[in-house]
Every structure is written in structure tokens, then in C-alpha cells.
């Protein structure tokens, strides 16, 4: 996998979707590329520790948002599954915990921040649907890219597996 964002940037132009830089890497992978899947989630993380655990990524990229809650709803453990499972990154418009962790883990992993709390088990999830956050709309089945220049989103895939 070469790429770098800048790059793609450089040769896209306009066909490409830049993400806000609010985003850090806590992952173990210092950039990763493939797929979105989505999901909506509000505190409540137990629909996507079902889709890291029991799913196979397959090299997708996971694309959370939490809808503003302050409480991490990626740890190391989701991590691992998410590993084991052959998902190539998680981007979470939220926050994370149990990053001396996660940045063991061979997979890309960018968030808000951080945050110790973790998830409460209140709220059902909402899957494969549109997501707008940072600037970008991240639809199931466009492509992200991301490294430590960014993340950025396209139709199609331009990197050759």
C-alpha cells in the first residue's frame, strides 16, 4: 500500500473530500486505506463492538460518529477485534481510550481525542447510512484514506492493493 494524502490531494483535485484536521492517530498503523462502512452511535458502543467482533472488515475502513458524547467508545479491546477481524482503520468523530494500547495494535485508528470513561449501554445504533462530520460526507462503500497528513475520501479506490 503507497500513498500518502498530500499526494492524492496533489492528484485529485476536486474529486477529493479533505476532512477538517481535528482528527489523531492512536492506532497502530500509521495509515490505512479501503472501504467506509458507518455507523451512529450516542454513548452507547455495543452495535459496534457486534460489528468489529463478529464481522469480517475484509480492509474496510470503520467510520464512527458518537453525535457528541463524552465518552471513549474505542478501546483496545474493540481494537483487537477489529485486528483479528481484517478491518484496515477506524476513524471515530469522538473519542478513544486505552491508547499505550491501541498503538500496539496493526490497525489505523483517528479520533478527536481521548477520553477515559467508557461507553454507557443506552441507545440503539443506526448502520450503513450517511455521515456528515469534519467537512466531509463519508458514504458506505466510497473510499478513505488516511495517514498522518490527514484523511481524505473519494468515490473510488486509487491505491493498488
Not at 481521548?114 to 462530520?133: I, Q
Not at 460526507?137 to 486509487?158: C, Q, S, W
Amino acid at each position: 500500500m503507497k500513498f500518502t494524502t498530500a499526494d492524492l490531494c496533489d492528484e485529485h483535485g476536486t474529486k477529493i473530500q479533505i476532512a477538517k484536521p481535528l482528527f489523531h492517530s492512536y492506532g497502530g498503523a500509521e495509515h490505512c486505506f479501503g472501504p467506509i462502512r458507518t455507523i451512529r452511535i450516542d454513548e452507547d458502543n455495543s452495535e459496534l463492538v457486534k460489528m468489529l467482533r463478529d464481522e469480517e472488515g475484509k480492509g474496510a475502513v470503520c467510520v464512527v460518529d458518537v453525535g457528541g458524547a463524552h465518552c471513549a467508545v474505542v478501546g483496545d479491546t474493540l481494537m483487537g477485534y477489529a485486528a483479528k477481524n481484517g478491518w484496515a482503520g477506524i476513524v471515530v468523530n469522538g473519542y478513544v481510550r486505552d491508547t499505550r494500547l491501541t498503538r500496539q495494535i496493526p490497525v489505523g485508528l483517528w479520533a478527536l481525542g481521548t477520553y477515559p470513561l467508557k461507553s454507557a449501554k443506552k441507545a440503539p445504533a443506526e448502520r450503513d447510512v450517511e455521515l456528515t462530520f469534519a467537512g466531509v460526507t463519508f458514504r458506505p462503500g466510497e473510499f478513505l484514506y488516511a495517514d498522518h497528513d490527514g484523511i481524505v475520501v473519494m468515490k473510488e479506490n486509487t491505491v493498488a492493493l
